[in-house]
């Protein structure tokens, strides 16, 4: 049986900083099984949206999604890179269940194949925030965090995001 190191790395630039981990899978069987489930790389030109995914696990599978593919940006926005197909579909999923706007899909500014699904404002914020964390046990400690710094409401840090419903904001 391989085994496999997943490895760090630490990029500092002027005025970026990002801590991000890789896995290098260099087994051509293990490659091919992957690629079979959608694993494949530079994965975010050409990923689709599952159509299989039951309505009650959307949730998990677009906060999973934003760990790897979203930010924030500026003082209020959240957005999430990806093929204009699967942001449309995404989006699609986001607004029944959440209630949300459609809204336009920003080019990248370098990857024509690559768009931004963006949506901005606190109140913004804390809907999709709270439908994202709502009872998760699993997810990126750093996004919660930031989301956590820019929402900047007594009453809303006080309470657990994880503990809160979309319909509490």
Same mark, same amino acid.
């Given at each position: 049986a391989a085994s496999y190191e997943v490895k760090e790395a630490h990029v500092v630039k002027p005025g970026y900083e990002r801590h991000s981990a890789y896995l290098d899978v260099l087994s051509r069987p293990l490659c091919a099984d992957l690629a079979r489930h959608g694993v494949v790389p530079r994965k975010s030109k050409t990923l689709q949206w599952p159509?299989?995914?039951p309505s009650g696990l959307v949730r998990h599978y677009v906060r999973g999604y934003f760990d790897g593919n #979203?930010?924030?940006s500026g003082s209020d926005q959240w957005r999430v890179a990806g093929s204009r197909k699967f942001l449309a579909e995404a989006q699609a999923a986001m607004a029944s269940q959440l209630g949300l706007s459609l809204t336009k899909?920003?080019?990248h500014h370098s990857t024509p194949e690559v768009a931004y699904m963006v949506?901005? #404002?606190k109140r913004q914020l804390r809907k999709i925030g709270s439908w994202l964390y709502f009872e998760a046990?699993?997810?990126l400690p750093r996004k919660l965090e930031?989301?956590?710094a820019i929402v900047q409401n007594t009453e809303f840090?006080?309470?657990d995001f994880r503990s809160c419903s979309v319909s509490d904001f």
């Open positions: 159509s299989t995914i #979203g930010s924030y899909l920003c080019d949506y901005s #404002g046990t699993i997810y930031k989301l956590i840090l006080t309470a």
